[in-house]
C-alpha cells in the first residue's frame, strides 16, 4: 500500500489566486514527519514546509502553509497569492520514527502550473 | 552555510560502463541520502550514509554502491550500466538524528543518461 497519496496529478491556478494541493498518509507510527518539497524543472528539490505529528498548531512559512488534519491522515498545502515562480512539481513526503532510524518516502507529486 | 553540492551536473555514459557521482553535504550535516527519480518510477531511496556507516538500504541491485568519507562527503557508483539506469540521482544531506523533525536538503542533481 502506497504510504504517501498525492491525489492530484496536475492544477492549475490564476496568478495571485490560493491552491490546495492534496496529501493523504498512512502509518501507524504515533511519531511521524510530515514535509513538503518543491521541484521546479531545473530538478532541485527543494525544502518548503515541516509538520510534526505531535504539534499541535497548523505549520506555516511565509505563502506557505500545511493544513493538517491528522485523524483524516491527510496534510495538504496550501499555496496563498500564487506566483509564476510556483510553478513547479510538489512532493508531500513522510519520516515515520518506528524503529531505527527511517527514510523518507515520497509521493508521486503533484504538478502545479500558475498562469497569468 | 553553502547548500548541497552535487557533481558533475550530467553525465552521458554507454551501456556496461561504471559511474562515480560525488555529493558534499552542508557544513555539519552528517547524514547523506540518495535518490533515483525517473518519470516511471518517480522518486525511489537509494541509501543513507551516516558517520561512514550505510545506515538505510533501498531495494535496488548491487550495482549500486556507496560511500562516505570522514568529512562526510559521499560517492555513489553503478557499475555495468543498463538502459535503464539513466534517471536524475539526487543527494540529500541532514543532521543525521533520524528524528521525525530530521529536514532532508537535496543538491541540484545528476542527470545521468545512458545510451
Known amino acids: 500500500a502506497q504510504k504517501i497519496t498525492q491525489t492530484q496529478p496536475g492544477m492549475f491556478v490564476q496568478e495571485k489566486e490560493a491552491v490546495t494541493l492534496d496529501c493523504t498518509y498512512d502509518?501507524?507510527?504515533?511519531?511521524?514527519?510530515l514535509f513538503w518539497y518543491k521541484q521546479p524543472s531545473s530538478g532541485e528539490m527543494i525544502f518548503l514546509i515541516y509538520?510534526?505529528?505531535?504539534?499541535?498548531q497548523n505549520a506555516t512559512e511565509g505563502r506557505y502553509s500545511l493544513n493538517f488534519q491528522k485523524a483524516r491522515k491527510s496534510a495538504n498545502l496550501v499555496i496563498s497569492a500564487s506566483q509564476l515562480g510556483d510553478s513547479a512539481m510538489y512532493f508531500c513526503?513522510?519520516?515515520?520514527?518506528?524503529?531505527?532510524?527511517?527514510?523518507?518516502?515520497f509521493g508521486k507529486g503533484t504538478m502545479l502550473l500558475v498562469s497569468p | 552555510k553553502a547548500g548541497v553540492t552535487q557533481t558533475p551536473r550530467y553525465l552521458i555514459k554507454t551501456r556496461g560502463q561504471q559511474v562515480t557521482l560525488s555529493c558534499s553535504p552542508i557544513?555539519?550535516?552528517?547524514?547523506v541520502s540518495w535518490y533515483q527519480q525517473t518519470p516511471g518510477q518517480g522518486l525511489q531511496f537509494l541509501f543513507e550514509?551516516?558517520?561512514?556507516?550505510?545506515?538505510n538500504k533501498g531495494n535496488f541491485p548491487g550495482r549500486f554502491s556507496g560511500r562516505q568519507f570522514s568529512n562526510s562527503r559521499s560517492e555513489m557508483n553503478v557499475s555495468t550500466l543498463e538502459l535503464g539506469d539513466s534517471a536524475l540521482y539526487l543527494c540529500?544531506?541532514?543532521?543525521?538524528?533520524?528524528?521525525?523533525?530530521?529536514?532532508?536538503?537535496f543538491g541540484p542533481g545528476t542527470r545521468l543518461t545512458v545510451l
Open positions: 557544513s555539519g550535516h552528517r547524514s
Open positions: 502509518t501507524s507510527d504515533p511519531s511521524y514527519g
Open positions: 540529500a544531506s541532514s543532521s543525521g538524528t533520524g528524528g521525525r523533525t530530521d529536514t532532508q536538503y
Open positions: 513526503a513522510m519520516r515515520e520514527v518506528d524503529s531505527g532510524y527511517s527514510t523518507l518516502t
Open positions: 550514509y551516516f558517520s561512514e556507516t550505510q545506515r
Open positions: 509538520q510534526g505529528s505531535y504539534d499541535q
